[in-house]
């Protein structure tokens, strides 16, 4: 069987892009090879780690575990179309500065974007709810009691509750 | 990691999609959310010539309550995903025990994509949802171009990753019993958060389902019928591992499993019984 490309339209942070793919092109691949937006960072590539998390149509997803032929027609967002700039950081984003929730930054675009999908679905999350919500997210710099701080800084909460 | 080249197609309907299945046969491979599939295609473990993707059928997409002649049963559509399964009020209502297995599945990324008809279908021993399913006595709907069955869980699961699914057929809806206010309980063990079941026991209204204790998922039965003849849950856990065939891996012997599934059998039936 002859192996066809696929034309493809994602919209990638409010732009529409286009490509001519193989079907087996995984997502992270065509965010960071075919777009050039290389926030999403490829950790452990079997969907455990949570690095390469995006949303998809606003949810979190894991786009190593993706082909980009099935995001066709869909909205990802990366961390690169989070905020506006470096002086209007996403509440999310701004939230993981103030708070420290970062070391070296590898984990940290999957982590504020498991963090947006968490408080889309659940605005105002006990500390339980967030460090059950980031499940899918390792840090290997075990920075977790600030990455927990913040989302529920962002979320208006308070560790502890 | 990346998979060996393969066509795609995302066809518009379920019937394109059995066109398709009868057309390729086992040289393809049906797509929906990708999270049992695209690993081992990753590691080139599967090697399909043709993906077939429904995962974005609406048509493969519900939950809803139907009348039956022994009772109403909930229906839920093979590409509902596990994240529409755990938050359902109406499962939350009508059959809390999965809504609250699917929660434990992966992590909230891997819900937001896997599906009810692809953990089925996939049958991985660890799998959560199909000893959920066994337990609750549930039936799994199959379509073709030849007709639709129903084949009761009991009957589906033939070996490790092997159904009676055959290659023209297409895994549709999944259908349990309205269990309601029975008592129920899933003790699921694992070393780390998002890991695979070690061992799970699923528990609901007296009968029980095991995860990772054989090739396929198990019926606890010695202990069911221990249950029946008025044994105290304590004597009746401990029969737990009978007729069971545990694999050893890297995560526990079979001995270890063995000693598991008696301990979280005895804690989910002590669970159920306090809710019910």
């Known amino acids: ?37 290389k926030a999403t960072n490829i ?38 179309g989070l905020s506006p700039d470096a002086e209007h950081l996403h509440p999310v984003a ?14 940290t675009p999957g982590m504020v974007l498991a963090a947006v999908s968490l408080l889309t679905e659940n605005p105002a999350p006990t500390e339980r709810e967030v460090r059950e919500g980031l499940e899918g997210n390792l840090c290997r ?11 529920l800084a962002a979320a208006g909460r308070e560790a502890g509750m | 990691m990346i998979p060996v080249g393969f066509a795609y197609v995302r ?18 491979t049906v797509l929906a959310g990708g999270h049992s599939l695209l690993p081992v295609m990753k590691l080139r473990l599967a090697v399909p010539e043709l993906v077939v993707d429904i995962g974005r059928l609406p048509e493969l997409s519900y939950i809803r ?57 996939h049958a991985d021993p660890a799998a959560d949802l199909p000893a959920a399913v066994l337990a609750l006595g549930g039936t799994v709907v199959l379509r073709s171009l030849r007709g639709e069955r129903r084949v009761p869980i009991t009957g589906f699961y033939t070996g490790v990753f092997s159904t009676v699914r055959e290659p023209d ?21 694992t070393r780390r958060a998002n890991d695979w079941a070690i061992v799970a026991v699923a528990v609901v209204d007296g009968r029980i389902g095991l995860v990772n204790m054989g090739p396929t998922p198990l019926r606890a039965s010695t202990t069911e019928a221990a249950l029946a003849d008025g044994a105290s849950i304590a004597a009746a856990a401990a029969l737990a591992d009978e007729a069971t065939d545990p694999a050893a891996d890297v995560t526990a012997t079979k001995e270890y499993r063995r000693h598991l599934v008696r301990v ?13």
């Open chain 2, 65 to 121: 309550v139907e009348g039956s002649a022994d009772g109403g049963e909930v229906a839920i559509g093979a590409g509902t995903r596990h994240r529409l399964v755990e938050s359902s009020d109406v499962l939350g209502t009508e059959v809390p025990l999965l809504a609250a297995v699917a929660r434990t599945v992966g992590d909230p990324q891997v819900r937001h994509r896997g599906t009810m008809g692809g953990s089925l279908a």
């Open chain 1, 43 to 80: 950790g452990c590539d079997t969907t455990s780690c949570g690095a390469c998390t995006v949303l998809v149509d606003g949810e979190a997803v894991k786009s190593c575990t993706v082909l980009a032929v099935q995001a066709d027609q869909q909205s990802v967002t990366t961390m690169e």
């Open chain 1, 1 to 37: 069987m002859t192996i066809d490309t696929v034309k493809i339209t994602i919209g990638v942070n409010g732009e529409s892009t286009s490509a001519d793919v193989e079907p087996r092109l995984l997502l992270a691949h065509y965010l960071r090879d075919v777009v050039g937006l």
């Open chain 2, 11 to 28: 066809p518009d309907s379920v019937d394109e999609v059995l066109a398709l299945l009868v057309e390729h046969g086992e040289d393809a």
């Open chain 2, 264 to 276: 979280l059998t005895r804690r989910a039936l002590t669970t159920a019984a306090a809710g019910s």
């Open chain 2, 169 to 189: 057929e297409l895994v549709v809806e999944v259908r349990v019993p309205i269990t309601g206010s029975a008592g129920w309980a899933y003790e699921k063990f």
């Open chain 1, 94 to 107: 701004a939230a993981f500065r103030a708070e420290h929730g970062l070391q070296c930054g590898f984990c």
């Open chain 1, 141 to 151: 710099c075990t920075g977790y009691h600030n990455i927990v701080r913040a989302v």
